[in-house]
Structures are given as C-alpha cells and as structure tokens.
C-alpha cells in the first residue's frame, strides 16, 4: 500500500507505552529495554515511519517520563525514516484504555482534520517485532471497513474459568482467535466509543471491544506468530 492509496484521508498511529510494565521486573519499562542494542519502542516506532503511511504520530508516556522517551528515541528521530510527519507525545492514564483515550483526544486537539475523515492504528509499544507489511494491510482494511484487527489461530484450548479455579465452559477452538495490534479503525468512531465507554464507566479487554460495543463490526486480517507482545523479561531473547 502506497501513501497515495489513502487518497485525501489522513492516518495517523498511536503507539502505548504508559504501562508500568510489573510483570517484568527489573524497574525498566519493557518498551524502554534493548534488542540487539536498540531500545523496543525505537524499533515500533522505525517500523510505523518506514511505511511512510502515516500523516500523524503519537505515543503515550507514563506520568513524567516523556523527556526520558524523547531522549531514548532520539538516535531514531535523527535518523532519515521518514519523520516528516508531527510526532507527538503526551501522558497515559492509569489504566491502558485511559492512556488511548487520552492519546485519541490529544490527536484530536492537535490534529482537527482527522476528526472528519481520518483513521488511527493503536498500536502496543511492547510488540517491537511487528512488520511493516502488517501495518499496511490493516491500513488498507480500515480504509475500506472502518475497524480492523489482526488475528490468530488459537494454539489452545481456550477455557472458561470461574473465580475458584474450576472450569466452567469449553471455547470451540475453530471459532476462537487471537487478537494482535495494530488495530485500526475511523478515527471519530473509535474516539466516539472512547468516550461513551468512559462515560458509562466501563473497562473493556482491548480497542476492538469498545469499537464493537459502541460503534460496530471490526473485521479480522491474518496476523503473525512473530508479532508478539512482550510481558516477562524472558520473552526478550
């Protein structure tokens, strides 16, 4: 997919990185951990300005690190990967779909154009192994659907569990799938749900179930077993 293809509708990516990352122990945020020298969230961040796509960027910091995140990214914004585009920072929230909304209404407030026709890809700063062929394909498919996730085929079988630890529903495997970022959707859908889901008060598992909630259907493109998130300090190798 060529920048052109989206023809006079802006796209901009939003990247989260506002997690205080517990589970991986250490006291450094996962995103701010280094593969083959360079830190996870330069590597997103090289991936979504190489496909030279986007109009817009924003990444979303904890509360009082984003002179730390600029810094650390600073070998990747000197360097020619296309960043003629604003890229904009701005603090996360408590909780992840918080830091979202947050970073959606920053875009918005700095970026008034996409209200009216754009789209967003949000993206997890903790999967730094994602292509740049992935993010172009759910590019195209928001394009087209107005929501978009990658997915893959359960390799378990997946359980219902009640608070005691027993089993209590069995998932048929053929019809569950597991969902990756980037997601992508309308920008002033997504924003819309966003806002209803804090409205009402509510939390949900990821953007695509706030999207479905309030807005609507999100459709499904191949995703990659490569594309993984990190969580515990051994899933960096």
């Known amino acids: 997919m060529r920048k052109s293809s989206a023809g006079n509708r802006p796209l901009a990516f939003l990247i989260t990185a506002a997690g205080s990352g517990s589970r991986m122990g250490g006291g450094i945020k996962k995103e701010y951990r280094s593969i083959n020298g360079k830190p996870v969230l330069g590597l997103v961040l090289e991936t979504f300005l190489k496909t030279g796509l986007f109009d817009y960027g924003l990444i979303t910091c904890k509360s009082g690190s984003i002179p730390e995140a600029k810094s650390m990214l600073a070998d990747v914004l000197d360097k020619d990967t296309g960043l003629s585009i604003p890229l904009l920072f701005c603090e996360g929230g408590r909780e992840r779909q918080e830091s979202v909304r947050l970073g959606l209404e920053h875009l918005n407030s700095c970026c008034p154009n996409l ?19 992935l993010v172009e394909q759910v590019a195209e498919t928001t394009l087209l659907r107005a929501a978009c996730a990658p997915v893959i085929p359960s390799v378990n079988a997946m359980k219902e569990v009640n608070e005691n630890g027993i089993i209590t529903g069995h998932l048929p495997r053929k019809e569950t799938m597991g969902v990756q970022t980037p997601q992508g959707f309308a920008f002033n859908e997504i924003l819309a749900a966003h806002r209803r889901a804090a ?9 695509t179930e706030i999207f479905s909630r309030y807005e609507g259907d999100v459709f499904t493109v191949p995703g990659s077993v490569e594309n993984k998130k990190i969580t515990y300090a051994g899933d960096i190798k």
């Open 199 to 207: 409205a009402d008060g509510r939390h949900y598992i990821d953007d």
């Open 115 to 133: 209200e009216k026709s754009g789209c967003v890809l949000i993206h997890d700063g903790a999967r730094p192994w994602i292509t740049t062929e």
